[in-house]
């Protein structure tokens, strides 16, 4: 017989998943933010929470987390996976336009900000060190805890999401040098240090350069490869594969693994394969993120805000006005509309991961007191648990006090995925690139998938608007914006998955119009059926104007050709009627047949 399982191993994973198909669907109900719940969890599972009890109850073993370290990992992987979506999100060319608020407005809020906060913890009675170290850490925001919240609310094309978005990656560049300059100040002064320094940012800069030309290089080559196999999980298994070897590329570089990864979603942005990865790796993504979110709830220590909670009330309240603030009046110089610039300062406003980082690299360093780490690191979670409920208010105050201003040139890039109407084309054959040279004469914008790699990349080349991937999926169709396309064209030659597809768009949108491509009658009344707007049989259409060619070549009139035509095509569609009963059958082909009679206008 098989020895028993070690059951320890499993007890965290069966306790998130406990939290992610339970205890989150509770909350969702109760329309609390899943941001905010994994938190609660995370602070009733953990150390200071129901755990704190094992000693005289060994049985909440079973269901406690009582090291938060144990699952850092997989925590750094949700960030790592959240960095990459971002990347999929964006483009070089859209960071391009943002540059000027990535390295300038983001610059100016990490040093005012520091030297505002360490002000204040030099004014309390911190050295000076100290105070520096303390105001970088509390200078930095959540990474992942912000840009979740946005993603939720499909807020990071907004003003707002796009200015937070423009600080945070600063953040995030700024932490390396940040680090470096902490470890020198901790090992005193040395002859070589800014020598180390500099060979440091120099090694950083060749890892980003070689992620990005092999990138270029490799990363299309790579998926239409695995694309040719059709087999989902290979699928998955390169989207892996590309994240932890791009993250752990930038990371043995000195940069966190997220660089690597929004990288690696930069490049994957510019190909066809964007969509499809996206929907892929989406579920990853939003449960490593929950094992962040719990280990964020795992450290806050109720027992030590309780004893004394008006002193962490008030630097609370201070920290995330004072930092809002910043941002605001940085972003509005920056040309950010008000709304926007208040939404993105209660954002950023609380502290971030980063904050862990640095401190965790000056405490054993002696260059802050574990006391006044502690109290950091403390008023940084308490402040990121508060982020949903900032972003809430964010909102309304926008609603409220919301002036006409004028919005700066870098958050007006247009949305490519959704902000125009636009026709979806389901499969990219002959008879849906017709489909799209037809909308390209008059001027109707289109987006088209299909699942031949090499025929999407054929197209890319021409220039057009194709993705690969399975359009079938209801999480793709989302991708596509289906809530705001104008039509659905299914000219997909698998008649079952255009079933499925009709079926699928049916129910996420009643009044989408769904123009399909069929068979026969039969299987037009099907399609009707399943909610399709107008189907158009081929052989039908086909063998009428076979007829009509023929008869036409022999001698016989046109008048009497079009009327037999014509009665013809009336018998199939009473035949779809009668099948359909309760579809409204469009007179396929009347309106070409009437415009080619002579004379007719």
Not at 185 to 205: F, K, N, Y
Request: proline share 5%; hydrophobic share 55%; glycine share 10%.
């Amino acid at each position: 017989m098989a020895p028993a399982p070690e059951l320890a191993i499993f007890r965290q994973g069966l306790i998130f998943l406990g939290a992610a198909g339970v205890v989150i669907p509770i909350f969702h109900r109760i329309k609390v933010s899943p941001v905010l719940g994994f938190i609660l969890v995370g602070i009733v599972v953990g150390p200071f929470g129901v755990a704190a009890w094992v000693p005289q109850l060994p049985w909440l073993a079973a269901v406690t987390m009582s090291d938060p370290e144990a699952i850092a990992p997989a925590a750094e992987l949700g960030v790592v996976m959240l960095m990459f979506m971002i990347g999929l999100e964006l483009s070089f060319d859209r960071l391009k336009v943002m540059r000027r608020l990535v390295f300038g407005l983001g610059t100016l809020q990490v040093v005012c900000s520091a030297a505002a906060i360490g002000w204040v913890a030099s004014w309390l009675g911190q050295p000076p060190l100290a105070a520096a170290v303390i105001g970088l850490a509390l200078a930095m925001s959540s990474t992942a805890i912000v840009l979740q919240v946005l993603a939720a609310k499909q807020g990071l094309g907004a003003p707002a999401g796009r200015t937070s978005f423009a600080v945070l990656l600063f953040q995030d560049l700024a932490v390396v040098p940040a680090l470096f300059a902490i470890s020198l100040l901790g090992h005193g002064p040395e002859g070589d240090g800014m020598a180390a320094l500099g060979i440091a940012v120099a090694q950083a800069v060749v890892a980003i350069l070689a992620v990005i030309g092999f990138g270029r290089l490799g990363l299309r080559r790579l998926f239409r490869s695995v694309a040719r196999t059709d087999s989902p999980e290979l699928f998955m298994a390169a989207c892996l594969l590309v994240i932890l070897a791009t993250g752990l590329a930038t990371a043995a570089a000195g940069l966190s693994m997220a660089m690597g990864a929004l990288i690696a979603g930069l490049l994957l942005a510019e190909t066809e394969y964007r969509r499809q990865v996206e929907v892929t790796i989406e579920p990853f993504k939003g449960l490593l993120v929950g094992v962040f979110l719990i280990s964020v709830g795992m450290g806050l220590d109720l027992r030590r805000i309780l004893a004394d909670p008006v002193p962490l009330l008030g630097a609370v309240v201070a920290l995330v006005l004072g930092k809002a603030l910043v941002v605001a009046l940085l972003a509005r110089c920056f040309g950010v509309r008000w709304s926007a610039a208040v939404k993105s300062g209660l954002l950023l406003g609380p502290g971030g991961e980063f904050g862990f980082v640095i401190l965790g690299v000056a405490a054993p360093l002696g260059l802050v007191g574990n006391d006044a780490a502690g109290t950091v690191l403390i008023l940084a979670t308490v402040t990121m648990t508060c982020i949903p409920l900032l972003s809430y208010a964010g909102d309304r105050l926008a609603e409220r006090f919301a002036p006409p201003a004028p919005v700066d040139p870098a958050l007006q890039v247009p949305d490519l995925d959704g902000g125009e109407q636009r026709v979806i084309i389901a499969g990219f054959g002959r008879v849906g690139e017709t489909v799209a040279i037809m909308l390209e004469q008059h001027g109707v914008a289109y987006v088209a998938i299909d699942n031949d790699a090499d025929r999407v990349a054929e197209q890319r080349r021409l220039g057009r608007p194709v993705y690969w991937g399975d359009i079938s999926r209801t999480e793709m169709l989302r991708r596509l914006h289906v809530d705001s396309a104008r039509a659905l064209v299914v000219t997909m030659s698998d008649h079952r998955a255009a079933e499925n597809l009709v079926e699928t768009a049916r129910a996420e949108r009643e009044d989408l119009l769904i123009v399909v491509r069929a068979r026969d009658a039969a299987h037009a009344a099907l399609l009707y059926g399943l909610g399709a707007s107008d189907v158009v049989p081929e052989t039908i259409e086909a063998s009428l104007q076979l007829s009509e060619a023929v008869l036409v070549d022999v001698g016989i009139p046109m008048g009497p050709v079009i009327a037999s035509i014509h009665e013809q095509r009336a018998l199939f569609q009473a035949e779809i009627k009668q099948r359909a009963p309760n579809a409204h059958v469009r007179a396929f082909g009347r309106r070409r047949l009437r415009d080619a009679r002579p004379g007719a206008a």
